[in-house]
């Protein structure tokens, strides 16, 4: 089992930033983590994922140039550094982890994921 807890959540106004941080106890050798965020009224999407060990990181085109993951492996953590936060971007942010390694291109499917955290909370004020 894998104990995911996100933290690093905020009220900001539009073009601040934030950093989330996800650290994973228990079984820790995930091979993929990755955020995503629910808005209110919508469904759960893929904001960003990276492979643990080794290989480049995937974001949505909303987020691309605004946002970034990285890992820090020691810590066991994973980070979403946030910049040029926009209202839209409010929602519930959680860190997912998979066992598997999967494609590139299919890094932000949520049922990829089997691990979740409980999320934290993103409100970018206008």
């Known amino acids: 089992q894998v104990q995911l807890v996100e933290s690093g959540g905020g009220s900001v106004q539009a073009g601040g930033s934030l950093r989330l941080s996800c650290a994973a106890s228990g079984y820790t050798r995930s091979s993929v983590m990755g955020w995503f965020r629910q808005a209110p009224g919508k469904e759960r999407e893929g904001v960003a994922a990276?492979?643990?060990?080794?290989?480049?990181?995937y974001s949505t085109d909303s987020v691309k140039g605004r946002f970034t993951i990285s890992r820090d492996n020691a810590k066991n953590t994973v980070y979403l550094q946030m910049n040029s936060l926009k209202p839209e971007d409010t929602a519930m942010y959680y860190c997912?982890?998979?066992?598997?390694?999967?494609?590139?291109?299919?890094?932000?499917?949520?049922?990829?994921?089997?691990?979740w955290g409980r999320g934290t909370q993103v409100t970018v004020s206008s």
């Open positions: 990276i492979y643990t060990r080794d290989g480049p990181a």
């Open positions: 997912a982890a998979s066992l598997s390694t999967w494609p590139l291109s299919t890094l932000l499917r949520e049922s990829n994921y089997r691990f």
